[in-house]
């Protein structure tokens, strides 16, 4: 098992920036990958990005593609979301998540073996 603990979430205006953090305990010798998603209220969780633990490629969705930077630092087991001029329709909570395998279906929320407990992200107008 993989323990997962976001933090960095809060409250910004448009147009600024806010670091995520998600910190990895425990067998972390078995992950391939990780992600981020996120949830708006009253909406699905969505997927906004994924690296492969060795940092070697990454996926991001349209809507955050050239705002948001993922990364990991492996000796700190811990990956990173730069996100930058943030609109009032990231506000969500964000969730990191793990696979211990690849997947052509990235973007699919039961391709994931454990999530963390997320992270509230809102962004004013």
């Known amino acids: 098992q993989v323990q997962l603990v976001e933090s960095g979430g809060g409250l910004v205006q448009a147009g600024g920036s806010l670091r995520l953090s998600c910190q990895a305990s425990g067998r972390t010798f078995s992950l391939y990958a990780m992600a981020w998603f996120r949830q708006a209220p009253g909406k699905e969780r969505e997927f906004v990005t994924r690296?492969?633990?060795?940092?070697?490629?990454?996926y991001y969705s349209d809507s955050v593609t050239g705002r948001f930077t993922v990364s990991i630092d492996s000796p700190k087991n811990t990956m990173y979301l730069q996100m930058n001029s943030l609109k009032p329709e990231d506000t969500a909570v964000y969730y990191c998540?793990?696979?211990?395998?690849?997947?052509?279906?990235?973007?699919?929320?039961?391709?994931?073996?454990?999530w963390g407990q997320g992270t509230q992200v809102t962004v004013s107008s």
């Open positions: 998540a793990y696979a211990t395998k690849y997947s052509s279906n990235y973007q699919d929320m039961t391709e994931y073996a454990g």
């Open positions: 690296i492969r633990w060795n940092a070697d490629r990454t």
